[in-house]
């Protein structure tokens, strides 16, 4: 890369102490931002008592989690209203004004009353607050790593922009241990009643440590170059639309982004949402698993974005996604068997068979929160699926009510239509009662044994998942700068990355569950990541070309 006016390469090409300085500042600052977005996930759980207590219990984290999603829906529009105005106005003000957006939503969070508090509004206020993290995150990503970029030399361009990918997964996993510092020195109890507001009031300490982080960044060289040519785009988000450059960002979305994005959601969120809701781990131990896991990942971002440097960013990101493919199912099998061995055990011991007609049987997937699942099909298999015990459904004669089947024990279900409150409540805690008896009897644990829980074969099989994370994140800022000109590079990658991980990401909870829940198989819910993955491999592979030492100052 040419010297330009604050780049001051050496001519070794290494990065100036400034320049050093510029790349750790921007690192932080995002750390701290990742942190604030993935705090709602990491709670999940506590978020869907909280807020969405007014719907059954199946419906309210499915609805949690799509507030979780919402978020990341509108991270595309949150891209392509930053990127144009970074692209118009520069990288340096704009990363600005979305740390505030994002700081100031995350602490309003905090302090956000719950839904046995001032009801629907509750949930309504939670999502549009989620909107707006959504919208600043959209903004974020693409200018701190343009920003980064733009300072590198050629040669190593995939090292440096490679500490911007381990933000995430550091934001993620300050998330994780904050909260477990809450829940240890608060209680359990304590801690989901009130103590889980704060992490989101403490986002408000790092949102100024932030601030001043980034005011003392000078703007990217290289769009002080541009604008001093009088090369830079008036219309830089109609600019990225155009022709060549549309079909390169769709190309980019299918062929790279969405892969990237179920391997790194899979990975780390999926698993822990796995671990602690379906394997019944209990939330701390979770939490250190997974944070385990991550402290001996993040050093492999670093080492793919530096091999990205000698070998390719292409080769290396689609190999993660292929691996994923081939591997998920087994390593999520080796999870159960690590982490909680007694479902294996009670599933092939005393396998639950759900009998029931098939006409009452409903795909519960509610993206509204407005549906009521009340059949007694759906009363069974939602009281398994909450159980995490997996189930086969067998068909019965038209009208019948659904019954389980568990080892030696039946357990009818009941009609949930048409009873009052009480009544409800009496049917669902009788139901409850001898169908916890019925798992009990055959073995099925109600939360993972820790005595029986293999550690270290459980931290390796998180590894492996974290190790594909890496290898998809690590080398993929470079390899979207590379692809882009720099009067509409802001535009242009952050477009494709946001819908990649704002859509095909951030909706891959909601959607596992919801297919988890829908077939009893613990493992179905992977097929999605697993498709989409393999998706990638081929349209990337045959369609998108490697960008290792490109000049990126055209």
Not at 117 to 122: L, M, P, R, S, V
Not at 227 to 252: C, H, I, Q, W, Y
Not at 285 to 297: E, H
Not at 326 to 354: C, D, M, Q, W
């Amino acid at each position: 890369m040419s010297s330009t006016p604050g780049t001051a390469h050496n001519a070794a090409g290494s990065l100036t102490q400034g320049h050093k300085k510029v790349i750790f500042a921007s690192s932080l600052g995002t750390v701290f931002e990742w942190y604030d977005f993935f705090l709602y996930g990491s709670l999940a759980a506590i978020i869907a008592k909280q807020f969405f207590s007014g719907f059954n219990e199946t419906t309210s984290m499915i609805f949690a989690l799509l507030a979780f999603a919402a978020g990341f829906f509108v991270r595309p529009f949150g891209a392509a209203f930053f990127g144009s105005l970074g692209d118009r106005i520069g990288r340096k003000y704009t990363f600005l004004v979305t740390i505030l957006i994002m700081g100031i939503s995350t602490f309003l969070v905090g302090v956000l009353p719950n839904y046995a508090t001032i009801g629907f509004a509750a949930p309504v206020i939670l999502i549009v607050l989620r909107l707006a993290q959504g919208l600043a995150m959209g903004g974020e990503y693409g200018g701190a790593a343009t920003y980064v970029a733009e300072h590198a030399p050629d040669d190593k361009r995939g090292l440096y922009t490679s500490f911007i990918q381990c933000t995430a997964t550091l934001g993620l996993f300050m998330s994780l241990l904050i909260i477990l510092a809450c829940r240890y020195f608060l209680g359990n109890e304590a801690f989901e009643a009130w103590g889980w507001r704060i992490p989101f009031l403490v986002s408000i300490l790092l949102l100024g440590i932030s601030v001043w982080i980034r005011l003392q960044l000078s703007e990217s060289p290289l769009f002080q170059q541009m604008k001093a040519e009088g090369k830079g785009s008036k219309t830089p988000f109609r600019d990225s639309l155009k022709g060549g450059n549309l079909k390169l960002m769709l190309l980019v979305l299918l062929g790279a982004a969405a892969g990237q994005a179920v391997v790194w959601y899979g990975g780390q969120f999926y698993a822990l949402f796995f671990l602690s809701s379906m394997l019944k781990v209990d939330a701390t131990t979770s939490y250190l698993l997974i944070a385990a896991a991550l402290a001996l990942g993040v050093p492999f971002f670093i080492f793919f974005g530096w091999l990205s440097d000698r070998i390719g960013r292409k080769k290396i990101i689609l190999a993660g996604c292929l691996l994923a493919a081939i591997t998920y199912i087994p390593i999520f099998k080796g999870l159960t068997h690590f982490a909680n061995p007694a479902i294996e055990e009670a599933r092939s011991n005393s396998p639950a068979l759900v009998v029931a007609d098939p006409n009452t049987c409903s795909f519960q997937f509610d993206p509204v929160g407005m549906r009521k699942f009340t059949s007694s099909c759906d009363v069974a298999t939602a009281a398994l699926t909450k159980a995490g015990v997996p189930y086969d459904v067998q068909p019965a004669a038209a009208g019948s009510l659904a019954m389980i089947n568990v080892g030696s024990a039946s357990v009818t279900s009941y009609e949930a239509a048409g009873l009052t409150k009480e009544e409800g409540k009496a049917k669902a805690d009788a139901f409850g009662a001898e169908l916890k008896t019925a798992l009990t009897s055959a073995g099925y644990p109600a939360k993972a044994d820790g005595a029986r829980i293999n550690y270290a074969g459980t931290i390796f099989m998180l590894w492996l998942l974290v190790l594909y994370v890496t290898m998809v994140y690590g080398p993929i800022a470079a390899y979207l700068v590379e692809l882009f000109p720099t009067r509409i590079r802001y535009t242009s990658m952050s477009l494709p990355y946001h819908i990649g991980n704002g859509w095909f990401g951030g909706f891959l909870p909601a959607i596992s569950f919801a297919l988890v829940a829908g077939t009893g198989n613990l493992y179905y819910g992977l097929w999605y990541p697993i498709i989409i993955a393999l998706m990638s491999v081929v349209i990337g592979g045959l369609f998108l070309r490697e960008t290792k030492n490109v000049d990126i100052t055209k």
